[in-house]
């Protein structure tokens, strides 16, 4: 069973076009959801969200967390080429061994065209 | 210059064949962890280590093994065992309990022929 669930799985928009990518989970003893951009090699931090209703935002990026409807969205605006990238939402919650571990979703792979 | 180094590349392996994937951090962090990814699929936890001399497995261990001698190195051999080895190989480091702050290293593509 997924326990984080990202949505669209793949998005091609126009340069200029604004984007929302989805994250929902399922997990026990939520601790905190991490997006990453990544970009044929290492995944690359881009926000770290822990409390509900407060928006992350970094230049044309933001995020924002619902830990009532257990869901996150990342929205990028004024979409650029160097915007392609495969964007992973990451979910840390407790695993089978006690400890704490990240769930990563499938990812959402974006493609902005000229 | 800190940060977390893989090597190699891109790595070639037959059939039946084990072949060990190194992993290499100069940033003092006690975790460290392997991930696979596959295409269109999300990072999967094979192994992690929370210090030295100690390890634990993650979701598809089967197939792997690790060591953890030196606070630096978390070296994966992929055995024969793995059925279907062809991927790519993220290690990870972070702090003590810090799993929400892992920093990645460049990564490894394994093909097997």
């Known amino acids: 069973e997924d326990k984080v669930v990202q949505s669209p799985l793949s998005l091609v928009v126009h340069e200029g076009d604004t984007v929302t990518l989805n994250c929902s989970y399922e997990v026990t003893n939520f601790r905190s959801l991490l997006w990453y951009k990544q970009e044929k090699k290492a995944p690359t931090f881009l926000f770290m969200l822990?409390?509900?209703?407060i928006e992350k935002k970094s230049g044309r990026l933001s995020s924002i967390l619902d830990k009532k409807e257990l869901f996150s969205i990342l929205n990028i605006t004024a979409t650029q080429t160097g915007d392609s990238a495969i964007y992973l939402c990451a979910v840390e919650a407790r695993n089978s061994n006690s400890g704490y571990a990240l769930n990563f979703g499938k990812g959402t792979s974006l493609l902005v065209t000229p | 210059d800190g940060g977390i180094t893989q090597s190699p590349k891109y790595l070639f392996r037959k059939e039946g064949q084990n072949v060990t994937l190194s992993c290499e951090q100069n940033?003092?962090?006690?975790?460290m962890y392997w991930y696979r990814q596959d295409p269109g699929q999300g990072l999967r936890l094979i192994y992690y280590?929370?210090?030295?001399?100690?390890?634990q497995k993650g979701d598809i261990a089967e197939g792997y093994s690790v060591s953890r001698e030196k606070k630096e190195s978390f070296p994966l051999t992929v055995t024969s065992a793995q059925k279907n080895p062809t991927a790519f190989y993220l290690c990870?480091?972070?702090?003590?309990?810090?799993?929400?702050?892992?920093?990645f290293g460049p990564g490894t593509r394994l093909t097997v022929l």
């Open positions: 822990t409390s509900s209703g």
């Open positions: 280590s929370q210090i030295v001399n100690d390890f």
């Open positions: 990870a480091s972070s702090s003590q309990g810090a799993v929400n702050t892992q920093y």
């Open positions: 940033l003092n962090h006690d975790a």
